[in-house]
Antibody, heavy 118, light 108 residues
Framework: QVQLVESGGGVVQPGRSLRLSCAAS????????MHWVRQPPGKGLEWVAF????????GYADSAVGRFIISRDNSKNRLYLQINSLTVGDTAVYYC???????????WGQGTLVTVSS | SYVLTQPPSVSVAPGQTARITCGGP??????VNWYQQKPGQAPVLVIY???DRPSGIPERFSGSNSGNTASLAISGVEAGDEADYYC???????????FGGGTKLTVL
């Protein structure tokens, strides 16, 4: 079955950078479009970024433009999210997900918590 | 940007039908997806493309979409259906996604 496992979260100081990783298994990763979604504590879901199967098409939420970089390594079945100049507002659980029918996210990982605090 | 508007909360008695709305300009012209999220868990896709159910989702879950409002209906509500529900659409020629603010379903 499809399994997505995020890692790389933790406590980080404002202004620093962080790279999150999502390890995929149980699917043909190189054929899968992928997403990152985040959820601040006690709040709703916020879509962050999208990447096509070959990495040639990328999309970002307005809040992510300029500081977030989505990438992938199909040889390693891994998805990444680089977040630069972290702010307290970036504190959230970050989920990776696969793109499904009608633009849905049909499989999700369990998430990794990023806490930005001095 | 595309703003999706959901009621913050909906309450329903067990066995009744819960309806959760998702409003947006001309939302009836785009596919709407719905997710269920229970506390401490990742979201789960329950409806895609307005009204289709992924494998394993009970027939009690259904969706509709027309005009400026999409809806998720849960018939025969059970205690286990208590969760947050989110609608979602695509935009930007398929490269963008937008979520509604979420609706907390309470089973009385």
């Amino acid at each position: 079955q499809v399994q997505l496992v995020e890692s790389g979260g933790g406590v980080v100081q404002p202004g620093r950078s962080l790279r999150l990783s999502c390890a995929a298994s149980g699917l043909t990763f190189s054929d899968s479009y992928m997403h990152w979604v985040r959820q601040p504590p006690g709040k709703g879901l916020e879509w962050v970024a999208f990447i096509s199967k070959d990495g040639q098409s990328i999309g970002y939420a307005d809040s992510a433009v300029g500081r977030f970089i989505i990438s992938r390594d199909n040889s390693k079945n891994r998805l990444y999210l680089q977040i630069n100049s972290l702010t307290v507002g970036d504190t959230a659980v970050y989920y990776c997900g696969t793109d499904g029918e009608a633009g849905s996210l049909d499989y999700w990982g369990q998430g990794t918590l990023v806490t930005v605090s001095s | 940007s595309y703003v999706l508007t959901q009621p913050p909360s909906v309450s329903v008695a067990p066995g009744q039908t819960a309806r959760i709305t998702c409003g947006g300009p001309s939302i009836g012209t785009i596919a709407v997806n719905w997710y269920q999220q229970k506390p401490g868990q990742a979201p789960v896709l329950v409806i895609y493309s307005d009204g289709d159910r992924p494998s394993g989702i009970p027939e009690r879950f259904s969706g509709s979409n027309s005009g400026n409002t999409a809806s998720l209906a849960i018939s025969g509500v059970e205690a286990g259906d208590e969760a947050d529900y989110y609608c979602q659409v695509s935009g930007g020629s398929g490269a963008l996604r937008f979520f509604g603010g979420g609706t907390k379903l309470t089973v009385l």
